[in-house]
């Protein structure tokens, strides 16, 4: 059974950091490009970085371009988000995922797999 399972999210005050993991279990994501996304209460589903499989390349979110940063562990099947500077407008639920195959995308719907997200409440 495949699994991503996200950690790390909590309360913390605005301009404080936080570094988000999400392991992978059930198969072998070394091949895949993987996403984090967040969505907000009443707002859809948005997306804020993605590496692909060699974590050579990335991608970001204007909002958090400059703040978070992530990366990739394949020996272990993990992906972090680090997010520094953290505002009350990054108030979410954020969500791990990967998709089949190594490019990253920024829609959500190239998406494959998806984990059940991890509570990021920053208090200004």
């Known amino acids: 059974q495949v699994q991503l399972i996200e950690s790390g999210g909590g309360l913390v005050q605005a301009g404080d950091s936080l570094r988000l993991s999400c392991a992978a279990s059930g198969r072998t994501f070394s091949n895949d490009a993987m996403g984090w996304f967040r969505q907000a209460p009443g707002k859809d589903r948005e997306f804020v970085a993605a590496i692909n499989w060699s974590g050579r390349s990335t991608e970001y979110a204007d909002s958090v371009k400059g703040r978070f940063t992530i990366s990739r562990d394949n020996g272990k099947n993990t992906v972090y988000l680090q997010m520094n500077s953290l505002k009350p407008e990054d108030k979410a639920v954020y969500y791990c995922?990967?998709?089949?195959?190594?490019?990253?995308?920024?829609?959500?719907?190239?998406?494959?797999?998806w984990g059940q997200g991890t509570q990021v409440t920053v208090s200004s």
């Open positions: 995922a990967a998709r089949s195959g190594g490019s990253l995308h920024v829609t959500s719907r190239q998406y494959d797999y």
